[in-house]
């Protein structure tokens, strides 16, 4: 068998079960510091399909592993290291127990650890999972609004229901339109053909979503997505890995040409957190399974990369 060579033995990396080797979390209320990395298998997952995602947060910590011991080096994309040259004030609280057959439990659970991590003044990051895990995310912040979701999806989800389920991945916009303390939806990087029907997409442009598709951004960039976002405001990032092109993203369900670049996505982060408070983040609908050499995982985890980084620079501005 020929030996696979890894970056990290090159630099001293050691096995870690933590996503970069973040300190654990065993208790997020009691946490100190900027954000807390949490994996969630699935929450609603639709009969036909199952919880295809459950082995998403399990391969991003992996294939990011290899990095762990190099948090003191410069990350390029930031010039400097990613904790600033600080320790890292991030922790990982791991995979909370997600059953495929129980639901409403999953969704209770996933609202639970995320009301832990915004008590103790952290960013939740999300790794999912099916595009069912923000659903109870969102719903955490009932009474911490008013907060604007920002999508970025290949998808809108505005489906009432698939096959009478109305919690299931083709609707999390549409349930987070029906929560109270969410006033302000932007959508991006919608493309080629999902769910929706046209009486979805006029339901949604009738709550008042501003839409910013991955068509329109090919031709003019990111600044109408990011100029839809109210200067000020809490945030709530929905970012379903789909969004992305296949080409660096080729560990979805439903792949189509055209969707975001690396850089692309990388600067919507980095814009939003410029014009508001980014106040938690989800990264779904990763499948391991359909990925090619680890590509989309990599991709995956850097883009969780530079959300520690930005949490770790909110964290130091507070």
Request: net charge negative; with cysteine.
């Amino acid at each position: 068998m020929a030996r696979t060579t890894d970056i990290g033995t090159m630099f001293g990396a050691g096995k870690s079960d933590t996503f970069l080797g973040l300190p654990p979390c065993p208790d997020p209320k009691a946490f100190d510091g900027s954000a807390v990395v949490l994996g969630a298998g699935t929450a609603t997952p639709y009969p036909s399909v199952g919880a295809y995602c459950a082995g998403g947060p399990a391969a991003i910590r992996a294939v990011i592993a290899s990095y762990a011991a190099n948090l003191a080096h410069v990350d390029f994309d930031w010039d400097e290291p990613l904790f600033n040259g600080d320790e890292p004030s991030a922790a990982d609280l791991g995979d909370l127990a997600i059953d495929p057959a129980d639901p409403p439990a999953n969704r209770i659970a996933i609202r639970t650890a995320v009301r832990d991590v915004l008590e103790a003044g952290a960013v939740p990051i999300l790794l999912g999972g099916d595009d069912s895990v923000p659903i109870p995310m969102i719903e955490a912040f009932h009474d911490r609004g008013p907060v604007t979701v920002v999508q970025i999806d290949a998808h809108i989800d505005w489906r009432e229901e698939v096959d009478g389920e109305r919690w299931g991945l083709s609707s999390t916009m549409r349930r987070a339109s029906e929560m109270p303390h969410v006033t302000r939806m932007v959508q991006i990087g919608q493309r080629a053909v999902g769910s929706a029907r046209p009486g979805d997409l006029a339901d949604a442009e009738r709550w008042g979503v501003h839409f910013v598709s991955a068509r329109a951004i090919a031709a003019g960039g990111i600044e109408a997505a990011l100029t839809a976002v109210p200067a000020g405001n809490d945030v709530i990032i929905a970012f379903d890995c789909d969004a992305l092109d296949p080409s660096i993203m080729p560990g979805v369900i439903g792949r189509a040409p055209g969707g975001l670049s690396y850089w692309q996505a990388v600067e919507l982060l980095a814009g939003i957190a410029a014009r508001a408070r980014i106040r938690a983040f989800d990264l779904v609908e990763f499948m391991p399974e359909r990925d090619v050499d680890g590509v989309g995982a990599l991709t995956a985890a850097r883009l969780v990369c530079h959300m520690l980084a930005i949490a770790h620079r909110q964290w130091l501005k507070r």
